[in-house]
């Protein structure tokens, strides 16, 4: 009778998922990961290539597009593997990876995002000082920075043994790499937009005056108009990038919540089967931030175009020489 409620409050307190969860999960898991290698690298080959997107705001993409190809390449199978194989236990290595890794990779986003973000605040409000300070020296410092801190702090994950003292870190990890960074991420945007809404009453009484005063004076706030409606677009394609960063790791952070408020051992670790669902929709994001950058910005689409088109020729054309190398002889 003692063996019988061992054996319940065992499986009572078990994180274990069930066998067809584990399989689709893993699947999930796969496409994400997929299609978040296939586009980052196209964003990567993308600005290396194209000398238009050689700017600090487009590293910083690069960067954020560096950490998302991360998370398909690293911690996608990761999580493929602890799903197929249904592993749940905090400290079995695949557990400790996958959790340092997203930490990691977590801080390495939502840092990049800020920075963007001030950098796009600094070249709308403080032009000539952007000009003056924003060297591609520092722009790569603070990415380096950015990068090196990032796997500083995951590697902390190493030191927790108890399962319960988890939560803990995962709210250090919330301070750390969400509060503070859109702390700078809403400053940022608060100043742009008001920024914009000034360019904007500007413009339109420029361009009033300028229709009555002569065409060339007409054409030449066009040209600024053109500019400052470039700038706005660039701001609000990081915007669009946060909101679905943000609605996509809202899961995590009330699961976070949940196990960190539950007075129950138990109950806690049962919660950690819903991290299986709250990580794959975490790292959607992964997988969709390079098809915004497409759909946003001509460069990029443009980029886009010559990366697949490349690829698709260069494999047409192993394709052929596999089929002539292996075609019988007819001599």
């Known amino acids: 009778m ?125 032009s000539y000082f952007y000009m003056q300070t924003m060297t591609q020296h520092r722009c790569f410092i603070s990415i380096g920075f950015i990068w090196a801190f990032s796997f500083a702090f995951a590697c902390i994950r190493l030191a927790i043994n108890e399962p319960t003292d988890l939560p803990y870190l995962w709210i250090a990890v919330a301070i750390i790499g969400y ?33 009555v005063v002569d065409e060339g004076r007409k054409s030449g706030v066009g040209s600024v108009n053109c500019e400052s409606q470039r700038s706005r677009k660039a701001a609000n394609t990081i915007g669009i990038i946060i909101g679905i960063y943000v609605l996509l790791a809202f899961p995590s952070i009330v699961i976070v919540c949940i196990q960190l408020y539950s007075t129950s051992a138990c109950l806690k670790i049962r919660y950690i089967r819903f991290w299986f669902w709250g990580a794959l929709v975490s790292f959607v994001s992964s997988a969709v931030n390079p098809w915004i950058y497409a759909i946003r910005n001509r460069d990029y689409k443009r980029a886009f175009k010559r990366v697949f088109k490349c690829w698709f020729s260069r494999q047409g054309q192993q394709r052929e020489a596999h089929r002539k190398s292996t075609r019988p002889s007819t001599c």
């Not at 054996?7 to 078990?14: K, Q, V």
């Open 179 to 211: 509060t503070l960074p859109f702390v700078v991420i809403s400053y940022s945007y608060y100043h742009i937009y008001k920024a914009a809404r000034h360019q904007l009453r500007r413009i339109e009484a420029d361009s009033r005056a300028a229709s």
């Open 2 to 126: 003692a063996e019988g409620n061992v054996s319940l409050s065992t499986e009572y307190c078990s994180g274990e998922l069930q066998y067809a969860t584990s399989v689709i999960l893993a699947i999930l898991h796969s496409i994400s990961g997929a299609v978040s290698v296939i586009g980052n690298v196209a964003v990567l080959l993308a600005v290396y290539l194209t000398p238009s997107l050689h700017t600090p705001s487009n590293y910083y993409i690069a960067s954020l597009g560096a950490g998302d190809f991360l998370v398909g390449i690293v911690i996608g199978p990761l999580w493929v593997t602890k799903s197929a194989l249904n592993v749940w236990h905090n400290q079995h290595p695949l557990t400790v990876a996958a959790e340092l890794m997203s930490m990691q990779t977590l801080i390495t986003t939502t840092f990049n995002l800020a920075a963007v973000s001030f950098d796009r605040y600094l070249a709308i409000t403080r």
